[in-house]
């Protein structure tokens, strides 16, 4: 049975796509005002992106000017979200889990901890744990949690939306996973469990 649960933010405690207004109205009329060197098509798909990608990973993915970013990576050091989110339909699933839950994710430190406030889910979890994707990556917070907290990796389930990201380096580090993959966006993904939604998540956990 698993009883220590590394859980994903965006996308899989909630969703971005419904709660885009609160997320990104800011940052796209920031956007908007810096030259970031790339053709309108490129912003909006680059726009896209950004719901389900970290930002410094979109950012290179399209080539954003260097000068613009110093000014764009202040502005996020900064952010908070403000208004209230609303977690997935499937989020039960997550809270009714027995044992130790954390969540992973990556992104701004006061962006990330401010969309758990904002969740109000913040009492369901011991730790929250922010990656930087410029200096580190989810691997290296996955090892450092299960040093920190002495965790045998048998009892540790991986729960994320990301098969190149969360579910990849759990794995590597021979950690079960469980990709939620509602659009089928990763249909020959390597994953121990996988699911459209949560509802055989607790079967997965063994609970």
Same mark, same amino acid.
């Given at each position: ?26 940052? @796209? ?24 990608? %970290? ?31 609303? %977690?997935?339909?499937? @989020? ?16 701004? @430190? ?44 048998a009892e540790i389930l ?23 993959? %509602? ?25």
């Amino acid at each position: 049975m698993k009883q220590i649960f590394f859980i994903d933010l965006d996308n899989t405690i909630y969703f971005t796509k419904p709660n885009e207004e609160q997320l990104m109205s800011g940052l @796209y009329q920031f956007l908007d005002a810096q030259n970031l060197g790339i053709s309108a098509a490129q912003y909006q798909a680059a726009k896209s992106e950004m719901l389900r990608t %970290p930002f410094q990973k979109v950012a290179e993915k399209y080539g954003f000017r260097h000068e613009a970013m110093e000014n764009i990576i202040a502005f996020l050091n900064s952010r908070e979200v403000t208004k209230p989110l609303i %977690p997935s339909d499937d @989020y039960h699933f997550i809270k009714e889990l027995k044992g130790r839950k954390f969540i992973v994710t990556a992104g701004f @430190y006061k962006q990330q901890t401010s969309k758990v406030k904002m969740l109000g889910i913040a009492d369901d979890f011991e730790e929250v744990c922010v990656v930087d994707v410029t200096v580190s990556n989810k691997k290296e917070a996955f090892q450092k949690l299960i040093d920190q907290h002495e965790l045998n990796k048998a009892e540790i389930l991986i729960i994320g939306d990301d098969a190149e990201s969360e579910i990849k380096y759990g794995l590597e580090l021979g950690i079960e996973t469980f990709l939620l993959d %509602p659009e089928n966006r990763y249909p020959h993904a390597e994953t121990t469990f996988k699911g459209i939604d949560l509802s055989n998540l607790h079967q997965a956990a063994g609970q």
